[in-house]
C-alpha cells in the first residue's frame, strides 16, 4: 500500500517526465499494442470505455482509432501528462481528466476498462479491482496489464525495489471476486542498453524510476552510474477478465 506522501511522490515522477515520456516509452507502446490486440471488439453497438492511466495518450489514441464512435473517457494521476493527452485526445472526442485510481467517482459504467502499465500504482489492488467490476456493465470487460514479481530484477540487489505481484497473486485476487478470466498471459522482456546511464534513464525517462531507490551505502549519483547495469527485466502480466 502507499502512503500518501508515496502516491504524491508517485505523480511527481511521472509529471517530471512529461518532456522525455514520448520519446522513451517504446517498452509501454509494445505491451500496450500487445493488449489491444488481444482485446475482441464488437462494433454492432456503440460502446462506452475507459482508459484508466493513460500517460499522454498515445495508446488512447490507437484505441480510439480501433472503436472510432465510442463514447470515451481517459483519465490519470499525473496531471502534467494530461496537458498533453488532451491535445492529442480531444480533438477524438475523448473527455480527459485528473483522477485518482483509488478515489474514481465516475456515475456511468463501462462496456471496456483498459489500463496499460498502471493498475499496480494502486493503494490497495483488490480494492482497485472490486471497485472497476462495479464500474463495468453486465458484459463489460476489464483488460490490463501490470509489471510482474522479477521485474527490474537486475536493480534488486542495489536497493529497495517496490513489491510487485506474481501471477498467482493477482489470479487469486480475481477469482476470489469471481471475475470469469478469459485472458492471463506472461511475457518476459529484457532489453539491452550500452551504458548504465541510458538503462537508469529508459526508467527515469519515463516516470517510472519512483519504484527504486537506492539504500545501498555510497551506491548514488556517480557511483551509481560505475556499476554495471546493461539489461533490464520486464515480466508482464496480460489479462482480460469480464
Known sequence: MHSPNKKNAIKNSFNKALPTYDGY???????????????????????????????TGLITEMFVQKIP????????????????AEHRLSPLGVRVYEANFDHLNIAKKFDIIFSNLSLHW??????????????????????????????FAELRPLGHMDHFLDLSDVLQQLNCLEYDIKVAQVEEIKLHFESTRATLESIKYTGTNCVFKSRKAGLHGKALLRTPIHDLTYVIGYFIVS
Open 122 to 151: 494502486s493503494q490497495c489492488f483488490n480494492t482497485l479491482l472490486s471497485n472497476l467490476k462495479s464500474a463495468l456493465n453486465p458484459k463489460g470487460m476489464l483488460a490490463f496489464t501490470i509489471p510482474l514479481l522479477g521485474t
Open 25 to 55: 516509452c517504446d517498452l509501454q507502446l509494445r505491451v500496450g499494442k500487445r493488449l489491444l490486440s488481444k482485446i475482441e471488439f464488437k462494433t454492432e453497438t456503440l460502446p462506452t470505455l475507459l482508459d484508466l492511466g493513460c500517460g
Open 69 to 84: 464512435h465510442a463514447t470515451f473517457d481517459a483519465v490519470d494521476m499525473a496531471d502534467q501528462l494530461l496537458v498533453k
